[in-house]
C-alpha cells in the first residue's frame, strides 16, 4: 500500500510539474528576432567554410547555429546570440529551431569555471589523439571514449550513419559503466572500500562534464552514482529502480527532455539491456554477448530510429556484432592515452598506437557494410509505436516468467 502511495504521489508530482512547465513555456515562430546567451556545452562541427553551433534557447530548446568558420568558438564559450530564428518541419511532424548566420559574440568568459577546467581539458586530449593518430581513426576514438564527434569526416560519419553504427560515437552508460568499473578497481588498491567507491563516484561526475552533459551521459552517471552508493550500502538489486528514478528526475528537472530523441534512444536501449538481454541465450557463440547486447538495445529502440530517422540498416546487426567487442578495449587504450597524456605524452602515445589496428579494422567493417545502403521507411504512426511496444513488453513478460518458472 506504501509503495502504491509513493507512486501515486510522484506521478501526481510529475504531472503537475509537466502542466506548469508548458504553460510558462516561451512561444517561438518562424522568423522571430532573438537576443540570448548561452554556454557551448559541445564543440562547433568545422565543415570547409562553416561551423554548426548547438545551444539551448531559454525554455531549452535546442536551436541548430550556422556561423562563418571564423572566428571559430569552444567548448565552454558563453556566446551572445543576435539574429532571426527559421522552424523547420521534419518528416515525422517534429519542429527543429535553426539559425542561419546570427551575429555572435563571444563572452569574455562564461563565468563557470568547471566548464573553463573541462574545456582547456577537452582540447588537450584532442591534441593528442589528433597529434598521434590518423584524422578518421582519431576521430573515432575520440567520438567511443568521450563522445566527441567533431573529428569525424563527413563521409565516414555519413558511413556510420547508414551502418547503423552511429551510436558508438554518442557517449553512453556503457562508457559510464566502464570508466566507473575501471576507477573502482584502481582505487580499491590503496583506498578503502568506501572510499574507493566515492572516488569513482566523483570520477563518473567528472567524466560526465567531459563528455559534454549529453541527456544518455546525465542519465547514465546519476545510474552510475546510485548503483556505488548502494554498493557502499550493500543494496545491489537497484539496476531497474535506478534507471526509471533516473529518467522520473530528469524529466522532473527538464520536461523537454521527453521529446529529446537522444533521452528516448538512451532510456529506451539501457530497459533493453536490462529485460530483453537475460532472455537471450548465446553462451556457445564466440561473439554470443555482443550479439544478445546488440539485439536487446535494436529491439529496444527500433520505432524510435524508423519514425525519427526513416532509415534502418538491415545489416546494423553483423555490423555491430562484428565491431562491438573492439569496444571495451579501445574505451581502456583511449582512456590511458588521455590520461596519461597529461603526464607524458611519449607514453599516451604508445597506448594511442596500440588501438589503431582495431580502430582501422573498424572502419573498414563500417566502410564496407555502409556500401550495402539502408532501407527508407517513413513510419510516423503513433499507433504503430504503441503496437510495437505492447506487444514487445507482453512477449518480454511471457518469455521472463517461462525462464523464471524453468
Do not use: C
Not at 587504450?333 to 588521455?338: E, I, K, R, V
Not at 596500440?354 to 556500401?371: C, D, I, M, Q, R
Request: proline share 4%; no cysteine.
Amino acid at each position: 500500500m506504501f509503495i502504491k502511495l509513493v507512486f501515486i504521489s510522484l506521478a501526481i508530482l510529475l504531472a503537475i510539474r509537466f502542466f506548469f512547465f508548458y504553460q510558462n513555456q516561451p512561444e517561438y515562430y518562424n522568423g522571430q528576432y532573438l537576443s540570448f546567451e548561452a554556454d557551448l556545452l559541445s564543440q562547433p562541427q568545422i565543415f570547409s567554410r562553416t561551423q554548426r553551433i548547438t545551444v539551448f534557447l531559454p525554455g531549452g530548446r535546442r536551436v541548430f547555429i550556422t556561423v562563418p568558420l571564423f572566428p571559430q568558438f569552444y567548448y565552454g564559450d558563453r556566446i551572445h546570440i543576435v539574429g532571426n530564428l527559421s522552424v523547420k518541419l521534419l518528416n515525422n511532424s517534429d519542429q527543429i529551431y535553426i539559425m542561419n548566420f546570427p551575429k555572435i559574440e563571444a563572452k569574455k568568459s562564461s563565468g563557470n569555471k568547471i566548464l573553463a577546467v573541462t574545456s582547456f581539458i577537452r582540447q588537450k586530449v584532442i591534441s593528442i589523439f589528433e597529434s598521434t593518430l590518423p584524422q578518421t581513426p582519431s576521430g573515432l576514438l575520440l567520438g567511443i571514449v568521450f563522445g566527441i564527434k567533431e573529428g569525424i569526416p563527413r563521409d565516414f560519419y555519413e558511413s556510420l550513419r547508414t551502418s547503423g553504427t552511429l551510436h558508438v560515437t554518442a557517449a553512453s552508460g556503457m562508457n559510464v559503466t566502464m570508466v566507473g568499473g575501471f576507477l573502482s578497481a584502481l582505487f580499491a588498491f590503496f583506498l578503502r572500500r568506501q572510499i574507493a567507491v566515492l572516488a569513482s563516484i566523483a570520477g563518473i561526475l567528472f567524466y560526465a562534464v567531459l563528455a559534454g552533459l549529453e541527456p544518455s551521459i546525465v542519465r547514465a552517471s546519476i545510474m552510475g552514482t546510485l548503483v556505488f552508493s548502494a554498493q557502499i550500502l550493500g543494496r545491489q538489486n537497484l539496476a531497474v529502480y535506478g534507471l526509471f528514478l533516473t529518467g522520473y528526475f530528469m524529466l522532473l528537472f527538464n520536461p523537454n527532455l521527453l521529446f529529446d530523441i537522444g533521452f528516448q534512444l538512451s532510456f529506451l536501449a539501457t530497459a533493453g539491456l536490462l529485460f530483453i538481454f537475460p532472455l537471450f541465450n548465446f553462451k556457445n557463440l564466440i561473439i554470443g554477448s555482443d550479439l544478445a547486447t546488440t539485439l536487446s538495445a535494436q529491439l529496444a529502440v527500433l520505432p524510435i530510429l524508423l519514425s525519427s530517422f526513416g532509415t534502418y540498416s538491415l545489416w546494423s546487426i553483423l555490423t555491430n556484432t562484428l565491431v562491438l567487442w573492439s569496444i571495451p578495449f579501445l574505451m581502456i587504450l583511449g582512456g590511458l592515452g588521455a590520461l596519461i597524456g597529461f603526464v607524458f605524452e611519449p607514453l599516451a602515445s604508445f597506448f594511442l598506437y596500440l588501438s589503431l589496428p582495431l580502430l582501422l579494422y573498424f572502419e573498414k567493417a563500417v566502410n564496407t557494410f555502409a556500401g550495402f545502403g539502408g532501407m527508407n521507411l517513413n513510419i510516423t504512426s503513433w499507433q504503430f509505436i504503441l503496437g510495437y511496444y505492447s506487444l514487445l513488453t507482453a512477449l518480454v513478460l511471457f518469455l521472463n516468467s517461462k525462464r523464471k518458472l524453468n
